[in-house]
């Protein structure tokens, strides 16, 4: 992955333009996330523990738990995996692996189609064509330390305008016990707290893919190899909490 650094990496979300309601909802994702916490802590878990356990031996670039989450009522999606230390630059910090998480049609807004790509061909079966919101990154203790954004390639969606993604992100909900309840209910949570950065990641994600177009004549940068991040940010569970409850008190 060659993109600079400096052209994908944003600052965490400002809160100051966030009505009550925004704020108040995200408080309260950020409470079903602690509680989440708090619960694993009692059992020495943690989300992606809860996601391996009984998965066998772990293997880099394969899905878990195999078969991917997938919530046939949202249509909501999601899997956990790691890449080889040796196919990926740590020049964000080191990761112990990742969530993607996605969203198929049937769980979309009426309305909402593919974005009109030059090398677009739907899929045979129509709720194929998903989308993928974000990835976010996991430290060896178990806990979130960045997000960002993928080039289409990466995970094989379907590419729909930033716009569209950001009108999908409410219907993000994985509402069920398998393969862990608090595993689902964090992941869910984890798109509402960090709502404003998502929307933030997914506009910066178009700019650098047709940044990376414009620069490079002749390619498809929607399937470049060289190309795979196109915006990331550093987050805090804890520090994005804090900074809803003084939001909501100022």
Not at 44 to 70: I, M, R, S, T
Request: proline share 7%; glycine share 6%; with cysteine.
């Amino acid at each position: 992955m060659d993109t600079p650094a400096d052209d994908i990496l944003l600052e965490p979300a400002l809160l100051d333009a966030l009505g009550p309601d925004d704020l108040t909802a995200m408080a309260e994702a950020g409470r079903c996330i602690q509680d989440c916490y708090r619960v694993l802590r009692k059992s020495d878990a943690n989300v992606v523990a809860e996601l391996l356990k009984d998965q066998g031996e772990f293997f880099e670039w394969d899905h878990y738990p195999k078969g991917d989450v997938y919530d046939w009522d949202s249509h909501s999606q999601y899997y956990y995996h790691a890449h080889p230390p040796e196919n990926r630059a740590h020049r964000y910090g080191e990761e112990h692996g990742h969530f993607h998480t996605f969203l198929r049609p049937r769980g979309m807004p009426a309305g909402i189609r593919p974005a009109p790509v030059d090398d677009y061909q739907p899929p045979e079966e129509p709720n194929d064509a998903l989308t993928h919101f974000i990835g976010i990154s996991m430290d060896s203790a178990g806990y979130p330390i960045r997000l960002f954004s993928t080039n289409r390639w990466v995970t094989g969606e379907t590419w729909y305008e930033a716009e569209d993604v950001i009108a999908m992100l409410d219907r993000f909900e994985v509402d069920q016990a398998h393969p862990s309840w608090p595993t689902n209910v964090w992941i869910t949570n984890m798109l509402r707290l960090f709502r404003p950065d998502i929307e933030n990641l997914l506009r910066k994600r178009d700019r650098t893919v047709a940044a990376w177009q414009a620069a490079h004549r002749g390619a498809n940068a929607y399937e470049d190899r060289n190309l795979e991040l196109t915006s990331i940010t550093a987050i805090s569970v804890e520090e994005r909490v804090r900074a809803v409850q003084r939001a909501l008190a100022g």
